[in-house]
């Protein structure tokens, strides 16, 4: 233990054991996103006509689990504050495990890097979906141009407030 030997040994413990098992919780639904994020993945890079509704509904649904976890961690990190007798910005894991010793401090602190790596590999995996959807919405943007006949002068915003090329036809104006 550091020099706050005062604290309630006890109640150090349990907070402890009930950060680990938070934890773990967290790190099961993380895993959850993780995997549906590359099963989108795998069905974004896949050349064939793929219905991406069931695996974004389970990865909403995983995301959602984690959310709610995530907004478990206040409470334990205000039981945390009160106990250290600290404020709740101050309040983190570090201090929790600087408080215990070494053994249970450090699987504390080893699964919260988990989760952290986790949390990135999650982030890099979306980024790089959200490039191959922009990717094949070109693509089929470029294919309704093309049955279209649209003119290539023609221009719209995007969602990120940028101008782009539109179709200046429907599809059902094209000729066959």
């Known amino acids: 233990m550091n020099s706050h030997d005062t604290y309630d040994s006890d ?35 896949c ?9 974004t509904e389970r990865q909403e649904e995983a995301a959602a689990e984690s959310r709610a976890l995530r907004s478990c961690r206040d409470e334990l990190r205000l039981q945390l504050s009160a106990v250290l007798a600290i ?6 894991i570090a201090g929790l495990a600087n408080q215990l010793p070494p053994d249970r401090g450090g699987s504390l602190l080893e699964l919260r890097d ?21 990717s094949r919405l070109e693509m089929f943007e470029q ?5 279209t006949g649209s003119d290539a ?15 200046s036809r429907s599809i059902m104006q094209a000729r066959c």
Do not use: K, M, W
């Open 11 to 45: 109640i150090l413990h349990e907070l402890a054991a009930t950060c680990l098992r938070h934890f773990q919780q967290e790190e099961r639904a993380l895993l959850r996103v993780y995997e549906s994020a590359l099963a989108i993945r795998d069905a974004l890079r």
């Open 47 to 55: 050349q064939q006509s793929i219905d991406l509704q069931p695996l």
């Open 87 to 92: 404020g709740f910005d101050e309040a983190t």
């Open 114 to 134: 988990r989760l952290r790596q986790l949390s990135l590999d999650i982030e890099r995996v979306a980024v790089g979906n959200a490039v191959l959807l922009r």
């Open 143 to 147: 294919l309704l141009t093309s049955l």
């Open 153 to 167: 002068h023609s221009q719209r915003y995007a969602p990120t407030g940028q101008r782009e090329a539109a179709a």
